[in-house]
């Protein structure tokens, strides 16, 4: 199983809809989650951290179940400008420091 | 500004030659890292650093080699055993041990003929 897995899409959905990622993680004793933004050819921006809670910044919510290591993202009235793939992030932590780990992407175009 | 920066944005190299690519960073961050990425594979980590004049390595460390003389330099090179090195490189930087401040660099495509 690979750590971090996404469905890779492509979420093809009119503006103005709502849909939402989902990605799965194999270590149970991650601790820290994000989910990033890549743009075509471009490097990786973070969107948001992924809080035990739930959290929200916008029309963009992030959720996380421990149990079912699982992490999902909402997106709300979808944008043209929405359209990129979005990476989910495991962080990892071994005696040799911490590094992020990602998953494939889940590619989203949002058409008019 | 601060930041991170990459060099060359677009090289291309014969098979067989080594290859550099540079990453400066004027964050005062601990931790460097670099990633490969190539279609439909997403990020992969090749080698990252917590601290200067230390350094692991990551998932596809073979054929690739770094050094990390200064806190603000991580210096990846492509050398003639790696098998397949045409791809995007990025390298990232963060406050050590706190993912969600990682900062990326614009990327180096390398392209080998």
């Known amino acids: 199983r690979k750590e971090v897995e996404q469905d890779p899409g492509p979420f093809n959905v009119p503006e103005g809809a709502t849909v939402a990622f989902n990605c799965t993680y194999s270590?149970?004793?991650?601790?820290?989650f994000f989910w990033y933004r890549q743009d075509c050819r471009k490097e990786p921006k973070l969107l948001m951290s992924?809080?035990?809670s739930g959290n929200e910044d916008g029309r963009f919510t992030a959720q996380l179940n421990r149990a079912s290591q699982y992490i999902s993202l909402l997106i709300r009235d979808s944008k043209l400008s929405d359209s990129a793939t979005y990476l989910c992030?495991?962080?990892?932590?071994?005696?040799?420091?911490?590094?992020?780990?990602f998953g494939k992407g889940t590619s989203l175009l949002v058409t008019p | 500004d601060g930041g991170i920066t990459q060099s060359p944005k677009y090289l291309f190299r014969k098979e067989g030659q080594n290859v550099t690519l540079s990453c400066e960073q004027n964050?005062?961050?601990?931790?460097m890292y670099w990633y490969r990425q190539d279609p439909g594979q997403g990020l992969r980590l090749i080698y990252y650093?917590?601290?200067?004049?230390?350094?692991q390595k990551g998932d596809i460390a073979e054929g690739y080699s770094v050094s990390r003389e200064k806190k603000e330099s991580f210096p990846l090179t492509v050398t003639s055993a790696q098998k397949n090195p045409t791809a995007f490189y990025l390298c990232?930087?963060?406050?050590?041990?706190?993912?969600?401040?990682?900062?990326f660099g614009e990327g180096s495509w390398l392209t080998v003929v």
């Open positions: 990232a930087s963060s406050l050590r041990g706190t993912g969600n401040t990682i900062y």
């Open positions: 270590n149970s004793a991650s601790q820290s």
């Open positions: 992924v809080y035990s």
């Open positions: 992030v495991v962080l990892r932590n071994s005696n040799s420091g911490y590094a992020l780990n």
């Open positions: 964050l005062n961050h601990d931790a």
């Open positions: 650093s917590q601290i200067v004049n230390d350094f």
